[in-house]
């Protein structure tokens, strides 16, 4: 992906790179950022998100088939301890962050936090005066 295109540089730190074992899609819906990270044949209780400062890490685990007779002719899907992470830049509010799996995908939900929403700044007027110290001064 082109850097000059990406809109998520802002949110995430330039570390992020591509995994095959857990690819990853980010958007941004409305005020909210969304992960969504293909993991299946992950049994859920095996999914760990943890965020220390601004690094996201995600975490499950997937068994590998095991029988009695089973010879392998291909094997690609990975197995054992998956791991993900994520550094965040600031911009998202991480206390307020959820995460639902549902059908191989977990999604997490990350909010942006205040700070980092557009603001509106209010241009009032005075027919004369004087800016000191960063007020506006009536004549006299």
């Known amino acids: 992906m082109d850097r000059t295109l990406d809109p998520f540089r802002e949110l995430f730190g330039d ?8 690819p990853v899609d980010v958007v941004l819906a409305g005020d909210d950022v969304v992960l969504a990270i293909d993991l299946p044949g992950v049994e859920w209780s095996s999914i760990d998100i943890d965020a220390k400062e601004r690094t996201l890490t995600i975490r499950a685990t997937r068994s590998t088939w095991t029988a009695d007779g089973l010879q392998w002719l291909l094997r690609e899907r990975p197995t054992g301890t998956l791991v993900r ?17 549902a059908s191989g995908v977990l999604t997490v939900r ?31």
């Open 85 to 101: 992470r994520l550094t965040l830049r600031k911009g998202v509010a991480l206390d307020k962050a959820e995460a639902v799996y």
């Open 15 to 22: 570390d992020v790179t591509r995994t095959v074992a857990m």
């Open 110 to 140: 990350m909010p942006v936090a205040d700070e980092a929403k557009p603001r509106k700044i209010a241009v009032s007027h005075v027919d004369s005066g004087w800016v000191i110290g960063g007020r506006v001064e009536p004549t006299s």
